[in-house]
């Protein structure tokens, strides 16, 4: 006999043993969830230990379900069954479950964001009610020689998450996937770096991680005209003279045009589908 359950913030260590048992089972490269690891993407994306569930069966974990949570919206993270319980209804009883819950206590929308050659886990969400609703890319760069934009690279200062939401250059609107969503970025302003092309206003501006390769987490422009140079000289500024490559994941048209990004060297190297459902009451 299983049981199901929502978890509290004292069940960390249940959910990540679930996690590794239950979900990264399926995946064999897949490093092991710990639970400093939990706690980080708990700051991180708002995973909310009340919206995590965990499916028991003789004292063993059987499923497990990672959600997060925000003001807008809810994240179905990580969803998964272990290989001997598979196809007996517990990945859709848990989503039915949490849906239930959240369309008493909201938020309702419920979200999720997979990639678009997982097959089987797209058609789980889809016979679970979700719809597609914006579809994403992983882009990519080479190394390659910084080029130059004239004058623009004596307006080049350093710029934080704060400023850019001061001065509004930061739109809390843009279509952002939920791992680099305005939110996201809020509980990460002390661990981005930034760069911006300013005059009397914030003309470009980019925020990412000092990787390599280097990993961009926000990139925007305040008109099409900044958008035709800028983002290049950004990027390979902070790419530095060791001319790293770089990659942007999960862009959404909408929040930078593809072909911004292919004309600073970038091409497609993933495709990701966000789906979407409201809450049902069970």
């Known amino acids: 006999m299983s049981s199901y359950r929502f978890c509290r913030t004292d069940d960390v260590a249940l959910l990540v043993e679930a996690y590794n048992r239950c979900y990264r089972v399926h995946f064999g490269g897949l490093?092991?969830?710990?639970?400093?690891?939990?706690?980080?993407?708990?700051?991180?994306?708002?995973?909310?230990?009340?919206?995590?569930?965990?499916?028991?069966?003789?004292?063993?974990?059987?499923?497990?379900l990672l959600a997060g949570k925000r003001d807008d919206a809810s994240l179905i993270h990580r969803i998964g069954v272990h290989p001997d319980h598979q196809r007996r209804g517990h990945g859709r009883h848990l989503l039915d479950s949490l849906g239930a819950k959240l369309a008493i206590l909201g938020p309702p929308r419920m979200v999720a964001e997979v990639p678009a050659d997982w097959t089987a886990a797209r058609g789980f969400l889809e016979a679970c009610g979700y719809a597609r609703e914006r579809d994403y890319v992983d882009f990519e760069r080479s190394a390659r020689s910084p080029t130059t934009a004239g004058g623009a690279e004596e307006m080049l200062v350093p710029v934080t998450v704060d400023e850019l939401v001061r001065t509004g250059a930061l739109d809390p609107a843009a279509p952002r996937c939920w791992e680099r969503a305005h939110r996201t970025l809020l509980n990460l302003r002390a661990e981005l770096p930034g760069l911006a092309v300013a005059t009397d206003?914030?003309?470009?501006?980019?925020?990412?991680?000092?990787?390599?390769?280097?990993?961009?987490?926000?990139?925007?422009?305040?008109?099409?005209?900044?958008l035709d140079t800028l983002p290049?000289?950004?990027?390979?500024?902070?790419?530095?003279?060791?001319?790293?490559?770089?990659?942007?994941?999960?862009?959404?048209?909408?929040?930078?045009?593809?072909?911004?990004?292919?004309?600073?060297?970038?091409?497609?190297?993933?495709?990701?589908?966000?789906?979407?459902?409201?809450?049902?009451?069970?």
């Open 31 to 64: 490093p092991e969830l710990t639970v400093a690891d939990f706690k980080a993407e708990i700051r991180r994306i708002n995973l909310w230990c009340s919206s995590c569930m965990v499916a028991v069966a003789d004292r063993e974990p059987i499923a497990v």
């Open 201 to 226: 206003r914030v003309e470009a501006f980019l925020l990412y991680r000092d990787t390599d390769p280097l990993e961009i987490v926000a990139l925007g422009a305040a008109g099409a005209a900044g």
């Open 232 to 282: 290049g000289l950004l990027i390979d500024r902070a790419a530095g003279s060791a001319a790293r490559g770089a990659r942007m994941r999960r862009v959404a048209t909408e929040e930078v045009p593809f072909e911004v990004l292919e004309r600073c060297g970038f091409r497609p190297a993933g495709r990701w589908i966000g789906y979407a459902a409201q809450a049902r009451p069970g």
